[in-house]
């Protein structure tokens, strides 16, 4: 299993970045994925995950209708759109999936709102 995050960066208050996590390694149509993000000095919380089938949950309050999570089948990628990003938001940003009773982690991708 493998998992790769893209598309982190510096935006400004307000933007928006999307990520991406490119999947391989599993039958990825099969599974439900997640986003999460780790911010400085703080627990990892998960902030989004979607079924197998594209159905999508916010599951943080704080990004209830700025994020939107997606994924295509066809390309094994699975993204989070984020819209209306603020300073709180800044965090590295993980792919997730859980197969076979295991967890598995892509590197992270860093998302900084500053300006």
């Known amino acids: 299993v493998q998992l790769v995050e893209s598309g982190g960066g510096l935006v400004q208050p307000g933007g928006s970045l999307r990520l991406s996590c490119a999947a391989s390694?599993?039958?990825?149509?099969?599974?439900?994925m997640s986003w999460y993000r780790q911010a400085p000095g703080k627990e990892r919380e998960r902030v989004a995950a979607i079924s197998s089938v594209g159905i999508g949950i916010n599951l943080l309050d704080s990004v209830k209708g700025r994020f939107t999570i997606s994924r295509d089948n066809a390309k094994n990628t699975v993204y989070l759109q984020m819209n209306s990003l603020k300073p709180e938001d800044t965090a590295v940003y993980y792919c997730?999936?859980?197969?076979?009773?295991?967890?598995?982690w892509g590197q992270g991708t860093q998302v900084t709102v500053s300006s």
């Open positions: 997730n999936t859980r197969r076979g009773g295991s967890e598995y």
């Open positions: 390694g599993f039958t990825f149509r099969s599974y439900a």
